[in-house]
């Protein structure tokens, strides 16, 4: 496989169980040395997809092929050549820091002094050289998640896939985990994750929305967030934002109306129709109402695209 090559060559893939499509052909290429997100809520496909990509699972139809391999043929070798970090928790609970990256050394072949190496680098990296002797389930949670994730490394794959990595993980552990995704990127490694926290898909060089086993869109953040023309996504602010949603409902312009926490974001066709919302919401008894322009957040993305995807679907 040349350097320039595509890590992952994703064809019109599709996996069903009975008559329930998990996955729905989707396709899509990931470049080496990139932090590829795939970003859905539960359910969406995001665990089955990678499943099949790491040689778990075979597709129903469709293609794809990772590192070269293709994952219906060759599911053996591409689980040689890369480190696969699991959503359910991946190391044993009864066993020791050192005696878990020396069960996982040996399942890549690493024995001796080149796992001696590897074991330091990665008690080094997981910020563990004064608790090699501790049981995993006393470790915190997020020492474990980033353990596992060094555990998965320690035969220095290509490509990593990582299972919602995070889930569980307080903010602080979240960010270093982070801080560590972008070192391996930097250092060439492809890093293909998914997961459902937005800010944590900020950070990927480009992302996939999925939904319903669809992929709705691909593209860098900033590219994505361009779906809104400036000016039509504004932010309102009210004590009653559930009243302020009902008397939304309808409105000449208003396209998409949601709660973030206690305030609501409104898709506007055109900027033009923002001049109509506060005399709504004030007719609606919501005198207190403020209405500010705001940047699309990713999050205003995925809730838009889901909408026109149930539209298109409706």
């Known amino acids: 496989m040349s350097a320039s090559a595509p890590a992952v060559v994703v064809k019109d893939l599709t996996r069903t169980f009975g008559p329930f499509v998990a996955v729905d052909h989707v396709s899509f290429a990931v470049r080496p040395g990139e932090i590829f997100g795939f970003l859905g809520s539960n359910g969406a496909g995001k665990t089955t997809t990678i499943r099949m990509l790491c040689g778990l699972l075979s597709p129903s139809s469709g293609s794809a092929t990772v590192l070269g391999f293709d994952v219906a043929r060759k599911p053996d070798d591409i689980k040689q050549r890369i480190g696969y970090m699991s959503q359910r928790f991946s190391l044993y609970g009864d066993l020791t820091v050192e005696e878990n990256l020396r069960f996982w050394g040996g399942t890549y072949g690493l024995f001796g002094k080149a796992m001696a190496e590897r074991q330091e680098w990665a008690v080094a990296q997981a910020g563990l050289q004064e608790r090699r002797s501790t049981l995993i389930r006393d470790l915190p949670v997020g020492f474990r998640q980033r353990l596992a994730l060094v555990a998965a490394l320690l035969h220095r794959p290509p490509i990593v896939f990582l299972d919602e990595p995070t889930g569980g993980v307080d903010p602080e552990a979240r960010r270093r985990f982070w801080d560590f995704i972008d070192e391996l990127a930097g250092a060439g490694t492809t890093v ?14 480009r992302v996939a929305l999925m939904h319903a086993g669809r992929l709705l869109a691909l593209d860098a953040v900033p590219a994505l967030k361009q779906v809104f023309p400036t000016g039509t996504i ?12 009902t008397a ?7 396209e998409e109306v949601a709660l973030f926490g206690e305030r609501l974001h409104i898709v506007l066709a055109e900027a033009r129709f923002v001049d109509g919302l506060a005399i709504r919401i004030t007719q609606a008894g919501c005198a207190d109402a403020t209405v500010t322009a705001i940047a699309p957040s990713l999050e205003d993305v995925f809730i838009h695209m889901i909408a026109l ?4 679907a409706a």
């Open 192 to 205: 293909f994750v998914t997961t459902h926290y937005m800010d944590e898909a900020e950070r990927c060089h």
């Open 248 to 254: 939304l409902e309808g409105l000449p312009g208003v």
């Open 234 to 245: 504004v932010e309102l602010a009210c004590t009653n934002p559930a009243r302020a949603m």
């Open 309 to 312: 995807a149930e539209g298109r």
